[in-house]
């Protein structure tokens, strides 16, 4: 996998007849997506709904009021390379919310690539990541096309969070970032059925083939240059509980940090290891320093425990499958609206000063607030090119959109702060 490349900032997508493209939209979160869109979105700017039903995508439409009504339908289908290569020629950004994303998602990546168009989705599959990179980086350098996984709560606040520490070490010259910890302080929130279907997908791959295994538990398995990075000693996630002195606080293993960390890891090895050699960065659960929190971590993660190794089992992954949900369904508006999340990201530097970023959004952090994240992103790549790092290729929201994002998701009512310590 190459390091990240410089792109022309109007690229092979600059004369095109829509701006976005809503790949999956009649899904549980295209649907949101395009909600989001139709709420936020400049009215000149040109959208397309994407999916297999032309009919089911003039269904939606219609739903989304008079600030859709003008929307282009572009049927295509996973299955249909000629309709993904049509679709992607059409437009200017494709955001795809179709999943599990290496069953269905890489056919997309590679025509967005070959036509230089712009993509975002919200994978949280490390194994789809590494193939889309291994296969399409540097296609997509040579085309110009930004591909941008992981643009939801899978990994935006996380790879954008550490991404503002460095900036802010750079500015006061405090050296580089050293140990990094990222704590989430409150999350509520649900799943939905295309998220479950993720995450069996993955757990059966890696059960029938150990190397595909041995890929994801590999702290640098989205490294562009495995050989060339550091070793800093065990770098596995906290399977248990334990007190964090240094925070001051009990914590316990987050379920997105196999995918974040990565991420991240991602994003300093395409920048040159920007954030430096020493980085060693982790994600965990925080659960306060109160005579209660140990037993508060200690039940929390046995549940976690309890529906991981239930995925791993087929009579007990077959009682799961009866109780998530399907494919299609997630929670309702109401649960998404009282959803929430805080996180905050505390590093030291090589200088020995110490920052935090604090992470914050109102709304079920999956699929409220994601679908900010994701629409903002589609609108950040369509309309503030000019303002971004001028890279291409497979990339992370840090390398490909950066600060700008920050920008935009800050003017959405997320927070975004960092503090020296």
Not at 119 to 136: C, I, K, N, P, Q
Request: glycine share 12%; charged share 25%; net charge negative.
């Amino acid at each position: 996998m190459g390091g990240g490349g410089a792109g022309s900032v109007t690229g092979m997508s600059a004369d095109r007849a829509l701006d976005i493209v809503i790949f999956g939209a009649t899904g549980f979160v295209g649907r949101l997506v395009a909600g989001y869109l139709a709420a936020h979105a400049p009215p000149d700017l040109r959208i397309g709904l994407g999916g297999r039903s032309e009919e089911k995508l003039e269904k939606l439409r219609g739903e989304l009021g008079p600030a859709a009504s003008g929307w282009a339908l572009t049927p295509a289908d996973s299955d249909d390379p000629a309709s993904l290569e049509a679709l992607a020629s059409s437009t200017r950004v494709v955001a795809t919310t179709v999943g599990p994303y290496r069953q269905y998602g890489l056919p997309l990546v590679a025509s967005a690539a070959a036509a230089g168009t712009d993509y975002a989705d919200l994978t949280g599959e490390v194994l789809f990541m590494r193939e889309s990179a291994e296969r399409h980086h540097d296609e997509a350098v040579s085309s110009g096309a930004k591909i941008v996984h992981a643009c939801g709560f899978d990994s935006i606040p996380s790879d954008l969070g550490v991404l503002l520490l460095h900036e802010a070490a750079l500015a006061d010259g405090t050296g580089e970032l050293e140990e990094t910890t990222l704590v989430v302080t409150a999350m509520k929130g649900g799943f939905s059925g295309g998220t479950i279907a993720s995450l069996k997908h993955q757990v059966e791959e890696t059960q029938a083939d150990p190397a595909l295994a041995r890929a994801v538990a590999d702290p640098y398995a989205l490294s562009p240059e495995r050989s060339g990075e550091p070793d800093l000693g065990p770098e596995r996630e906290l399977r248990g509980v334990e007190r964090d002195r240094t925070l001051d606080t009990w914590v316990g293993p987050f379920v997105m940090a196999s995918t974040n960390t990565r991420v991240v890891r991602r994003s300093n090895a395409l920048a040159g290891w920007a954030y430096g050699r020493r980085f060693l960065y982790r994600e965990v659960m925080g659960f306060g320093s109160g005579p209660t929190a140990p037993v508060k971590a200690a039940a929390t993660t046995a549940g976690l425990g309890a529906v991981q190794a239930g995925l791993t089992l087929s009579p007990t992954r077959a009682l799961l499958d009866r109780a998530l949900p399907s494919p299609g369904e997630g929670p309702d508006e109401e649960s998404r609206r009282n959803g929430r999340f805080r996180i905050e990201i505390h590093t030291r530097t090589s200088g020995g000063a110490r920052y935090v970023c604090r992470v914050a959004a109102e709304g079920d952090p999956g699929y409220a607030a994601t679908s900010v994240m994701m629409g903002e992103t589609a609108l950040c790549l369509a309309r503030d090119r000019e303002r971004l790092p001028d890279t291409s290729g497979v990339l992370t929201p840090a390398t490909a959109v950066g600060t700008t994002l920050v920008d935009r998701l800050r003017a959405a009512g997320h927070t975004w702060e960092v503090e020296r310590g």
